[in-house]
T-cell receptor
Framework: KNQVEQSPQSLIILEGKNCTLQ??????????LRWYKQDTGRGPVSLTI?????NTKSNGRYTATLDADTKQSSLHITASQLSDSASYIC????????????FGSGTRLSIRP | EADIYQTPRYLVIGTGKKITLECSQT?????MYWYQQDPGMELHLIHY???????EKGDLSSESTVSRIRTEHFPLTLESARPSHTSQYLC?????????????FGEGSRLTVL
C-alpha cells in the first residue's frame, strides 16, 4: 500500500533554532518527493523537489535530503523565523497517475519568539 | 505566485442546499484536481481532470461532482449539502506530461454545513 508517514506530528521551537522534519514513504514506482509548506487557511506551496538520483537540495534556509534506499527524506530548517510557523507536508509521486500522488499528514511547526 | 483562484473562500449554508465551489487557473494547465482536507489532517484526492471533458474520481469517495468544459475552469458541485460535507476543499493544477509536475494550489474554500 502506498503510504507517506511524517514525524513528528507537531513541533514547537524557539525562534532562531534549527529543526528537522522526517518523512518515510512506501510508494512505488517512485517518481519524486516534494516538501510543501502550508500556512494556516492557505493552500500548500512547493518548497523543494527530490528525484531518485538526488541526495540533497536547498532552498534558502530549507534543506531537503533523500535516501532512496531506505525511503526516507528529511527537511531541515536553519535559523527558524516566526514566518516558518506552518504545516510541512511530504508528498510522494508515483509515475504517470494523478491517483498516485500520496500526501503525508504533515508536521505542524510552531516557532515561538 | 500561482495563478489559481477559488471562490468562495468561506461558505456557511444549511443542510439540503446546492452549492458550487469555483476554481479557475490562468496558467493553461491541463491537469486539475480537487482535494478535501479536514483540520490537521492530510489532503485526500476527490476528483481530477486531465483536460477538457475529462473527469475522474479520486481515492476518497465523494458525493460531489465536477465538470471540465473549459481548460481554465474546474467547478465542484454538491447537489444537497450535509453536515458531513463540512471541510476545506482545495483546488490544484499542474502541467501535463511532466512526471515531476508541481501542484499549484488555490487558497481553498472552507465549507460549513449547518
Amino acid at each position: 500500500k502506498n503510504q507517506v508517514e511524517q514525524s513528528p506530528q507537531s513541533l514547537i521551537i524557539l525562534e532562531g533554532k534549527n529543526c528537522t522534519l522526517q518523512c518515510n514513504y512506501t510508494v512505488s514506482p517512485f517518481s519524486n518527493l516534494r516538501w510543501y509548506k502550508q500556512d494556516t487557511g492557505r493552500g500548500p506551496v512547493s518548497l523543494t523537489i527530490m528525484t531518485f538520483s538526488e541526495n540533497t537540495k536547498s532552498n534558502g534556509r530549507y534543506t531537503a535530503t533523500l535516501d532512496a534506499d531506505t525511503k526516507q527524506s528529511s527537511l531541515h530548517i536553519t535559523a527558524s523565523q516566526l514566518s516558518d510557523s506552518a504545516s510541512y507536508i511530504c508528498v510522494v509521486s508515483a509515475y504517470s497517475s494523478a491517483s498516485k500522488i500520496i500526501f503525508g499528514s504533515g508536521t505542524r511547526l510552531s516557532i515561538r519568539p | 505566485e500561482a495563478d489559481i483562484y477559488q471562490t468562495p473562500r468561506y461558505l456557511v449554508i444549511g443542510t439540503g442546499k446546492k452549492i458550487t465551489l469555483e476554481c479557475s487557473q490562468t496558467m493553461g494547465h491541463d491537469k486539475m484536481y480537487w482535494y478535501q482536507q479536514d483540520p490537521g489532517m492530510e489532503l485526500h484526492l476527490i476528483h481530477y481532470s486531465y483536460g477538457v471533458n475529462s473527469t475522474e474520481k479520486g481515492d476518497l469517495s465523494s458525493e460531489s461532482t465536477v465538470s471540465r468544459i473549459r481548460t481554465e475552469h474546474f467547478p465542484l458541485t454538491l447537489e444537497s449539502a450535509r453536515p458531513s460535507h463540512t471541510s476545506q476543499y482545495l483546488c490544484a493544477s499542474s502541467e501535463a506530461g511532466e512526471d515531476t509536475g508541481e501542484l499549484f494550489f488555490g487558497e481553498g474554500s472552507r465549507l460549513t454545513v449547518l
